[in-house]
């Protein structure tokens, strides 16, 4: 297994519970459930894909690995 993939669990858990704090009641409409949770979801892979990135690149250039 690679390095990016425990990169990748750990981004999971991290932004899935950041993503808790946030009120997307607000942003939506009555009655839009679904439009909400395919945006809760596409929020969160986007989420999870940047910060994975970011860490991964981050350790990569540094002289750690």
């Not at 949770?37 to 929020?43: A, P, V």
Request: positive net charge.
């Amino acid at each position: 297994m690679s390095a990016k993939f425990f990169v990748y669990c750990a981004m999971t858990c991290l932004v899935l519970y950041s993503l808790d704090a946030v009120n997307i009641n607000q942003i939506f409409k009555k009655n839009k459930v679904f439009q909400a949770r395919i945006f809760y979801l596409l929020l969160a892979l986007s989420l999870i894909y940047l910060t994975t990135e970011f860490v991964y690149d981050f350790f990569l250039s540094s002289k750690f690995i």
